[in-house]
């Protein structure tokens, strides 16, 4: 009788292991050798497969951090001295450009005339602020040269709007305080026409102060200043309710933050409508507007303020 030495790892079928993204399956694989004179017994030639789990980072799935709004104690809605010291730097200009509009009226008599263009900057400033809006929502993003942390900044209003409220008052007018204080008082040292310093003054204090006016159209009506709501309901500032249409699908009308008093001329006309095609047509660039809008436009609503406190 022959003597047959036998080493065989017979391949058998694996099942599979459901397992998560994250956790990879071991199988430690035992191979049996006999001796034997007789028949091998299917037994004694068998394939031990003994699953064990592992956690290993997984390479391919990135592990995105989560974003949220920012909490009410956050730096970024903190203001800061360097705030402070633009946002007094823009008012005390604005103050010598209106005195400078008073004295030379009244060395001219002339009255009407200057009020007649600061009424004239006050429309504009609604206008200008409409057209700024509606081109930071559209273009651009947060990499964009100049204007990229207003752009960012404006993307996460749409989604997490009521922080306005939140935000400091120097917080919030510093960059357009800077803005007006390198730019008025140029204007302010070289002219003496009252008719122009009104304009200037009103047309540069309307958008110095529109980011407030802004704040205060997500405000609540019970926690606003009395003088405020009066202006907001005679429309000499954007009301509450005009500019919640702008935080509605399809995101893409009332864009003044001003008075509002544009709003129903330009998008009754389609004068943003307009330009973005023409932009798309000259550049090849297309507008938000035209996307369905993605997650960083739907708002998310305040947990503090959605909480029912029973008593």
């Keep these: 009788m022959s ?4 080493h065989r790892c017979p391949s058998r079928s694996l099942t599979h292991i459901p397992t998560s993204p994250r956790l990879h399956l071991v199988a430690r694989l035992t191979c049996s050798a006999t001796t034997t004179t007789t028949k091998p017994k299917s037994s004694q030639n068998q394939l031990v497969i003994e699953p064990r789990l592992e956690t290993k980072p997984d390479s391919i799935t990135p592990i995105i951090p989560s974003v ?10 903190q203001s800061t001295w360097s705030h402070r010291a633009w946002v007094a730097s823009g008012c005390t200009t604005l103050s010598f450009s209106l005195a400078k509009t008073v004295t030379g ?9 200057p009020i007649v263009a600061g009424y004239v900057g006050y429309v504009l400033a609604d206008l200008l602020s409409g057209v700024y809006h509606w081109g930071i929502d559209n273009y651009g993003d947060a990499t964009t040269p100049i204007f990229g942390s207003q752009i960012e900044g404006f993307q996460g209003h749409h989604k997490w709007p009521w922080t306005i409220t939140r935000r400091q008052f120097a917080n919030n007018l510093h960059a357009l305080a800077r803005s007006i204080t ?3 008082l140029p204007i302010e040292i070289l002219c003496n026409d009252p008719v122009i310093q009104g304009f200037v003054t009103v047309c540069a204090g309307c958008i110095m102060f529109s980011q407030q006016f802004h704040a205060w159209s997500h405000g609540t009506k019970s926690k606003l200043p009395p003088l405020v709501v009066a202006l907001q309901d005679a429309g000499v500032l954007v009301s509450r309710s005009q500019h919640s249409a702008h935080h509605r699908p399809p995101y893409n009308s009332n864009y003044c933050i001003v008075s509002g008093v544009c709003n129903e001329f330009l998008d009754k006309i389609k004068v943003f409508e307009a330009l973005e095609m023409i932009i798309f047509f000259k550049l090849g660039v297309r507008p938000r507007s035209w996307s369905e809008p993605g997650a960083e436009w739907i708002e998310e609503m305040d947990e503090a303020q959605s909480q029912v406190t029973v008593h």
Excluded: R
Aim: proline share 12%.
């Design 3 to 6: 003597i047959l030495k036998q």
């Design 68 to 77: 949220g709004p920012p909490l009410s104690n956050d730096p970024s809605l």
């Design 105 to 113: 009226a009244a060395d001219t008599h002339m009255w009407f005339e």
């Design 182 to 184: 390198l730019t008025v």
